[in-house]
């Protein structure tokens, strides 16, 4: 083929995607991820767009060996009840030194929304779910990276089990410390989201979510919230804060 033919050919490549993307952000409506006039949050909703029309929503991240497993620090809030940390919130800080006190046996996962069954989770009905244990890297927006075994309930069986409804499009999530944000559905029922409640073997540790975390393994460490205490579950997008504060939404890798 010759070069003009190839400068044609990638010409409408680039253009085949380009609309495709087109109606994917589009097609969003008011639901879209909003951008707040920045040409910095208009590439994420372009990557986000390009990213969900050629990559397979399935498709899987690598998993390791055990033998592999690093170190891995606990970053940002490794304790919801400290009252030093940039992130703590009195009354969830307060919630949560009491929890912690009783040895989590009180702790519940509240989920609700568009939802046919609200439900209130134990630890013990999380761990007698469909479990999945997986061996993963930590990507980490600071620069840093980090190879750790989790376990735990796939968000997708959660979301099952209370009968999320077809209507839905975004999964939130809050937490004992000021944290929140949100995923779409094709992350949430990825088999590899999972609300992990152990780490390396162990029950999970204080400085890394315990008692549930949440584990998305195809986006960037920070989309991984610790703390985890309620789940919403949504047919449009709530900017939880992070795009207004300079986050990009979606962290796809």
Same mark, same amino acid.
């Given at each position: 083929?010759?070069?003009?033919?190839?400068?044609?050919?990638?010409?409408?490549?680039?253009?085949?995607?380009?609309?495709?993307?087109?109606?994917?952000?589009?097609?969003?409506?008011?639901?879209?991820?909003?951008?707040?006039?920045?040409?910095?949050?208009?590439?994420?909703?372009?990557?986000?767009?390009?990213?969900?029309?050629?990559?397979?929503?399935?498709?899987? +991240?690598?998993?390791?060996?055990?033998? *592999?497993?690093? #170190?891995?620090? @606990?970053?940002? &809030?490794?304790? /919801?009840? $400290? =009252?030093?940390?940039?992130?703590?919130?009195?009354?969830?800080?307060?919630?949560?030194?009491?929890?912690?006190?009783?040895?989590?046996?009180?702790?519940?996962?509240?989920?609700?929304?568009?939802?046919?069954?609200?439900?209130?989770?134990?630890?013990?009905?999380?761990?007698?779910?469909?479990?999945?244990?997986? +061996?993963?890297?930590?990507?980490?927006? *600071?620069?840093? #990276?980090?190879? @750790?075994?989790? &376990?735990?309930? /796939?968000? $997708? =069986?959660?979301?099952?089990?209370?009968?999320?409804?077809?209507?839905?499009?975004?999964?939130?999530?809050?937490?004992?410390?000021?944290?929140?944000?949100?995923?779409?559905?094709?992350?949430?029922?990825?088999?590899?989201?999972?609300?992990?409640?152990?780490?390396?073997?162990?029950?999970?540790?204080?400085?890394?979510?315990?008692?549930?975390?949440?584990?998305?393994?195809?986006?960037?460490?920070?989309?991984?919230?610790?703390?985890?205490? $309620?789940?919403?579950?949504?047919?449009?997008?709530?900017?939880?804060?992070?795009?207004?504060?300079?986050?990009?939404?979606?962290?796809?890798?």
């Amino acid at each position: 083929m010759s070069g003009k033919g190839l400068v044609i050919s990638r010409r409408g490549l680039i253009g085949g995607l380009g609309s495709t993307s087109a109606l994917l952000l589009t097609g969003c409506g008011e639901s879209q991820p909003p951008t707040y006039g920045n040409i910095l949050r208009m590439g994420d909703n372009l990557t986000y767009a390009m990213q969900r029309t050629l990559l397979s929503p399935m498709a899987l +991240v690598r998993e390791y060996d055990r033998s *592999e497993i690093t #170190s891995m620090p @606990a970053t940002g &809030t490794y304790d /919801p009840a $400290r =009252t030093e940390l940039g992130l703590h919130d009195p009354q969830g800080g307060q919630d949560y030194a009491v929890l912690r006190k009783g040895g989590f046996a009180d702790w519940r996962l509240v989920v609700e929304g568009l939802v046919d069954r609200p439900a209130s989770f134990s630890l013990a009905d999380l761990q007698r779910m469909q479990r999945r244990t997986q +061996v993963t890297r930590h990507s980490c927006e *600071e620069g840093w #990276s980090a190879i @750790a075994e989790w &376990t735990g309930v /796939p968000l $997708r =069986t959660v979301l099952e089990t209370v009968g999320a409804r077809p209507s839905a499009r975004y999964v939130e999530f809050y937490t004992f410390d000021k944290m929140a944000d949100n995923i779409d559905m094709i992350d949430a029922m990825h088999p590899q989201t999972i609300l992990a409640y152990g780490m390396n073997g162990r029950d999970l540790p204080i400085g890394h979510g315990a008692p549930v975390r949440l584990r998305i393994e195809r986006q960037i460490g920070y989309k991984s919230l610790k703390y985890v205490r $309620r789940i919403v579950v949504t047919d449009r997008f709530n900017d939880l804060g992070n795009i207004k504060s300079g986050w990009a939404w979606y962290n796809g890798i």
